[in-house]
């Protein structure tokens, strides 16, 4: 198995470090969120925000009584972004380093 290793070692790095680098751009690039908003958000936001106001208007004795989760799962999302955010960034430094690595000439 070392044999194989040391004998295959250039092709391994440069296929771990081309992979990992493509995922991270990928998964970069997915999860980024789009500029724009389509005419279809758009209108469904507006409504969103209609309904909003009329159900507070009509009821404001029971939106007093209502708990909020909304700081919990605000901070939850945070977190999960910061998380994927970390991931990427060590993802792309260690595919970087395994194409580095793979150019770099060795003694002997």
């Known amino acids: 198995m070392k044999e194989i290793f040391i004998k295959y070692q250039t092709i391994i ?3 771990l470090g081309s ?3 493509i995922i991270a751009f990928v998964v970069f690039f997915w999860t980024t969120p789009k500029e ?4 279809n958000e ?3 936001r507006s ?3 209609v309904e909003a106001r009329v159900a507070t208007s009509s009821s404001s004795a029971s939106r007093a009584k209502k708990p909020s989760h909304l700081p919990i799962m605000q901070s939850y999302k945070d977190t999960q972004a910061k998380q994927m955010r970390y991931l990427l960034i060590l993802s792309m430094i260690l595919g970087v ?5 793979s150019f770099v000439k060795k003694k002997g």
């Open 47 to 49: 409504i969103a925000r």
């Open 19 to 21: 992979l990992l680098f």
């Open 36 to 39: 724009g908003l389509s005419e």
């Open 42 to 44: 758009k209108a469904a």
């Open 97 to 101: 380093g395994f194409l580095g690595y």
């Open 13 to 15: 790095f440069r296929s």
